[in-house]
C-alpha cells in the first residue's frame, strides 16, 4: 500500500514522540539531570548511535546544555558549528526536537539575539521547554508548527538552521519558500540534512532505508540546489560531511537571501 503525505507525517510525529519519551524515561531513570562530568561523558557516549547523535557535537558544547536535550539528539550533523552565529542574531531552528541546536544557538547570539524553535511535536516541545527552564535561557521560545508553514511573521529571523528534518518533509518546496520568507534580505541557511547521490531514484531511496529513518524522503544534490534555487536563494553550497549509507550523505547546506 501507498503512503500519503498524512501517513508519512503521522509516522514521523510517532517516531519523535516515542524518542521524547524514551530520553525522558532515560533521563529520570539515570538521574542525569544532576549528574557528575564523568557521568555526563558516558551518557553521551551511550547516545551516540551509527551515523547520528550527539557524537557529531564538541564535549564543549555538550557540557553546556542540560544532558537530556543531547541524550534526545537524532540529528546528522551540528548545524551551529557551521552557520557562523553572531551576537544579537535572530535564530530559527526547524524541527527542534528536544532543543540542542535552538540552546546552543541561544549561548552563540547572546541575551541581545534570540533563538525559535519550531516542532510539530507535543512531547518534544515539552521536553525541549523543560530543558530551557534548565539552562536558564531567557532568549529563547519553542512554538508548535510544520516547517511547511512556519508560525513567524515574514522577515523575521537572520539564519535559519535545521537538523535532520527537512527530509522527513513530504513538501519540500513549501519548506524552501518558507524558509526564504521567513527570513530578512541577506539572511542565510545553516543546515545539516540527508542527501543523496544524484543518480539514485526514489525506489532505490527507499531499498536503502525508510521515509521515517531519514533515507527515502532525502533529495539528490541536484534536487536539493535547484529546489533552493527556485525559492530565491543564492550562494548554495552542499557539501557532504559522512556517508550514512549507499550513495546516502549527511551534508552540510549553506544558502543567502538574495
Same mark, same amino acid.
Given at each position: ?20 519519551? @524514551? ?10 539531570? %544532576?549528574? #557528575? ?11 551516540? @548511535? ?17 544532558? %537530556? ?75 508548535? %508548527? ?15 538552521? #535545521?537538523?535532520?528534518?527537512? &527530509?522527513? #518533509? ?31 531514484? %526514489? ?31 543564492? &550562494? ?13 550523505? #549527511? ?8
Amino acid at each position: 500500500m501507498t503512503e500519503t503525505p498524512t501517513d508519512i507525517r503521522e509516522e514521523v510525529r510517532k517516531r519523535y514522540a516515542d524518542a521524547a519519551l @524514551s530520553a525522558e524515561a532515560s533521563c529520570c531513570d539515570s538521574n542525569c539531570c %544532576g549528574t #557528575s562530568d564523568a557521568k555526563k561523558s558516558e551518557a553521551f557516549a551511550t547516545a551516540e @548511535s551509527g551515523d547520528f547523535g550527539t557524537w557529531l557535537y564538541q564535549a564543549n558544547e555538550l557540557s553546556a546544555i542540560p544532558d %537530556g536535550a543531547a541524550l534526545a539528539s537524532l540529528g546528522c550533523g551540528n548545524p551551529t558549528a557551521v552557520a557562523d552565529l553572531m551576537p544579537g542574531e535572530t535564530v530559527l531552528d526547524l524541527g527542534s526536537g528536544a532543543g540542542i541546536d535552538v540552546l546552543l544557538s541561544a549561548r552563540r547570539v547572546g541575551p541581545d539575539g534570540f533563538a525559535y524553535g519550531i516542532d510539530m511535536t507535543d512531547e518534544m516541545l515539552e521536553l525541549a521547554r523543560k530543558h530551557q527552564k534548565e539552562a536558564g535561557a531567557d532568549n529563547v521560545e519553542f512554538r508548535k %508548527g510544520e516547517i511547511e508553514d512556519i508560525p513567524l511573521e515574514d522577515e523575521t529571523v537572520d539564519v535559519v538552521i #535545521s537538523n535532520c528534518v527537512i &527530509n522527513l #518533509s513530504t513538501d519540500k518546496p513549501a519548506v524552501f519558500s518558507e524558509m526564504h520568507r521567513v527570513l530578512k534580505t541577506g539572511g542565510r541557511l545553516g543546515i545539516a540534512d540527508i542527501v543523496s547521490d544524484d543518480a539514485l531514484t %526514489g525506489p532505490e531511496r527507499l531499498e536503502r532505508g525508510s521515509w521515517v529513518g531519514c533515507i527515502a524522503g532525502a533529495l539528490g544534490f541536484s534536487e536539493y540546489e535547484n529546489g533552493l534555487r527556485s525559492a530565491g536563494f543564492v &550562494n548554495i553550497s552542499i557539501e557532504s560531511t559522512h556517508t550514512v549509507g549507499d550513495g546516502m550523505h #549527511s551534508a552540510i547546506i549553506k544558502a543567502v537571501k538574495a
